[in-house]
């Protein structure tokens, strides 16, 4: 294993002083040139894919250890994704790296521009349980591709993947300018008290608000990837078994609903909510069996707390006459069977908080475009979801709904495009990343314009006269004439 890669914290004693030697350490690798280059750049983007290909079985592990994710699933939805943003990075960071040529004006001819993509310097990557590896490595990954220092900080909740991170991803990366650090909240607390040049946070709201408030101390921008209720509106058009197949996978499939791009609620119309919940219920029966509790398909809760947040939810009195199917759990095991509910109360907790689990309420109104208005009267969403044959529907909800991210007739399967960003907007979350988008919120934009000793405009010198004010208008307005004089030196001093 290479040194000093791991920080350990809590059995370490990490406070505030081993953190701020922690980013000095960081700085000094940092202002050594080392990570501008695209040599050491593809390096460790190399180095992670030999981590993944090398530790799949042990990554595997450490998710089910953590959320007993069934291995279908941890490969498609954390090893092979974080991977194809390895290899898609490795093809095109070159051209990512070139500066940009832009335009210039005639106010500044003779002159070149461009723009250059620079490293933004040492930075804070906080990452979340749910996929405790992917949104762990990803934003690592960015940030190596645009040529920072790192440090990492996994998620304590899911602690087998955090340990694998501190453990093992020191053999194959660079440890002088990449650093885990283990812990909880006592170590986030003496990450956060640093001054870094950009920290990005995966969770929920709650935190994201705490990591802002300490990132506003020292001016630090941030990229928060938050989440919020993400709604799925079903129209009657639709094929029904087509549909539901696709909803229930990305809903249970997806980390049994634990995952910020899950559906977290159904809409649809009181004429067609039967013919859906009848759909919706024979997949779940094919997809997971009679007794769903008992299905390795399924991950579990990822602890008690959870647990009992999610039952308290259906539990309410007010909500638990609404089930339509499921409701079972096995709390010892941590297990909660698929749920589906109609037309809880709007007042509930269950519609007003994000649900993370298992539950899926579905919600009719009389017409479609009651649907979108109640989406629109709640928070922004990470994404919003629409099921239609219906050009003018889908229209309709492309034009009206503000969402992090969008996708007709299928679910979560727009954060496997990396030309597209993956972000939030409102509550839902501040910037974006995959792919170049990846690239660019680790990274500045430096705005360089070049010019040699020729091209003297006596008139943008004083003092300024009458002619002077006339050819410096003529020149801001586009005038060729007014160029042209400029050039010639005119007005005459």
Not at 333 to 359: C, Q, R, Y
Request: charged letters at 20%; one cysteine or more; proline letters at 6%.
């Amino acid at each position: 294993m290479g040194s000093g890669g791991e920080e350990r914290g809590t059995g370490a004693g990490f406070d505030g002083a081993m953190a701020a030697e922690l980013v000095a350490g960081l700085r000094r690798s940092f202002a050594s040139g080392l990570t501008r280059g695209h040599e050491w750049r593809a390096a460790q983007l190399k180095g992670i894919v030999r981590m993944i290909d090398e530790k799949e079985s042990a990554i595997m592990a450490a998710l089910h250890e953590d959320l007993a994710k069934p291995q279908m699933e941890s490969y498609l939805h954390e090893i092979s994704l974080a991977k194809a943003a390895c290899t898609f990075a490795l093809k095109e960071m070159k051209r990512w790296m070139k500066p940009e040529k832009v335009p210039t004006s005639l106010t500044t001819f003779p002159s070149s521009a461009e723009i250059i993509s620079e490293p933004l310097g040492v930075v804070l990557v906080i990452s979340a349980w749910n996929y405790p590896f992917l949104l762990s490595i990803e934003p690592v990954i960015g940030a190596l591709v645009a040529g920072n220092a790192v440090v990492l900080k996994p998620s304590e909740v899911a602690p087998a993947t955090s340990c694998f991170f501190a453990k093992v991803l020191p053999e194959y990366i660079d440890n002088s300018c990449v650093k885990i650090v283990e812990g909880s909240i006592p170590e986030t607390t003496a990450l956060l008290e640093q001054k870094w040049d950009k920290i990005f946070y995966t969770g929920n709201g709650k935190v994201g608000r705490i990591v802002m408030a300490a990132a506003a101390k020292h001016l630090t921008p941030v990229a928060l990837e938050l989440g919020g209720k993400c709604p799925v509106l079903v129209d009657s058009s639709v094929d029904v078994k087509v549909a539901a197949r696709r909803i229930a996978v990305g809903k249970w499939g997806c980390n049994n609903g634990q995952a910020c791009i899950a559906p977290d609620y159904i809409l649809t119309t009181k004429s067609f909510a039967p013919t859906l919940v009848d759909a919706m219920k024979r997949t779940l029966e094919k997809f997971y069996g009679k007794d769903p509790l008992e299905s390795a398909d399924l991950s579990r809760i990822v602890n008690s707390d959870h647990f009992k947040r999610l039952t308290g939810l259906i539990d309410d009195e007010n909500v638990s006459g609404t089930i339509v199917h499921g409701g079972q759990r096995d709390e010892q095991h941590l297990k909660i069977a698929p749920t589906l509910l109609l037309d809880a109360p709007h007042d509930s907790s269950l519609m007003n908080e994000e649900i993370f689990g298992p539950v899926l309420p579905i919600v009719t109104f009389d017409k479609v475009e009651d649907c979108i208005d109640f989406i629109n009267s709640k928070s922004k969403p990470l994404a919003a979801y629409l099921f239609t044959k219906d050009r003018k529907i889908e229209d309709q909800f492309v034009k009206s709904v503000s969402a992090g991210g969008m996708l007709i007739n299928d679910v979560a399967l727009h954060l496997a495009n990396p030309h597209l960003p993956f972000g939030g907007v409102g509550e839902s979350g501040i910037g974006a990343y995959h792919g170049k988008f990846s690239f660019d919120v680790f990274s500045h934009k430096k705005a360089v314009l070049s010019r040699g000793f020729g091209g003297e405009a006596p008139a943008r010198y004083p003092p300024y006269t009458p002619q002077k004010q006339t050819i410096l208008r003529g020149l801001i307005n586009g005038s060729i004439i007014a160029l042209l004089l400029a050039i010639l030196g005119f007005p005459r001093d």
